[in-house]
């Protein structure tokens, strides 16, 4: 809502200028490239997280994946994934899709330790995600948490461009044609395990390539193509 009113750049001043030293602080400090750039002269990072549930204001995040994307290559030595310990409890609902429980759950870092590196990784790139929503939610919230301000971040919705593109083409769009393995098979993209969150993270790391191709005519496409 801030970046609605003020612009994304005012918002991120203003964000840094609220949070306390630390990691949120130096996020906002760093600036990101500028959205006229070809997306293989910028660096992104894609997310995925699995949660206690959908509710990013009550559920948890139990784990977190993310992979860079630099210049256009996929840099796999730098991903990283983490358990996250929740403070409630999983439940069966949300164990029965990412097999993550209790016990699994009890020796992993707090969320208060994770963001950091995540943070730290993510620094002066563009955020990946397939529904940018859920992580967009859940990763502010939790900073809200640690240190009283929301993220902002400018992410990459591959769910949102695959969107786009399928209407350009004027493809039906069926119930599930828009879920991560679906995009992918519509590229040739290998399946991978799903509902893993660094498997998920590499997963639209490899759509977003694949979709950034497809858009690229004798010149690579300016990210904010990818991103409208």
């Known amino acids: 809502m801030l970046a609605k009113f003020l612009g994304p750049d005012m918002a991120r001043w203003v964000l840094g200028w609220r949070s306390p030293p630390g990691p949120l602080k130096d996020y906002y400090r760093t600036d990101t490239a500028t959205e006229d750039k070809p997306y293989t002269q910028v660096e992104m990072l894609a997310v995925d997280i699995e949660t206690t549930g959908l509710d990013a204001e009550k559920d948890e995040i139990v784990s977190i994946g993310f992979v860079p994307i630099i210049n256009g290559r996929i840099i796999l030595a730098e991903a990283q994934h983490h358990l996250v310990r929740p403070d409630g409890k999983v439940g069966d609902e949300a164990a029965k ?132």
């Open 97 to 228: 899709v990412h097999r993550l429980l209790d016990d699994q759950l009890q020796s992993a870092a707090p969320i208060a330790d994770i963001l950091p590196l995540f943070l730290a990784a993510l620094r002066g790139r563009f955020g990946v995600a397939h529904h940018a929503l859920v992580e967009r939610g859940f990763l502010s919230r939790a900073c809200r948490q640690v240190w009283g301000q929301k993220l902002e971040v400018p992410f990459l919705d591959t769910l949102a461009l695959e969107h786009r593109l399928m209407t350009r083409r004027n493809q039906s769009i069926a119930d599930g044609a828009l879920k991560l393995a679906s995009c992918r098979d519509r590229y040739g993209l290998p399946r991978l395990r799903v509902h893993d969150a660094l498997s998920d993270a590499l997963g639209c790391a490899e759509l977003l390539l694949a979709q950034a191709a497809h858009c690229s005519g004798k010149k690579p496409a300016a990210m904010r193509d990818l991103l409208e």
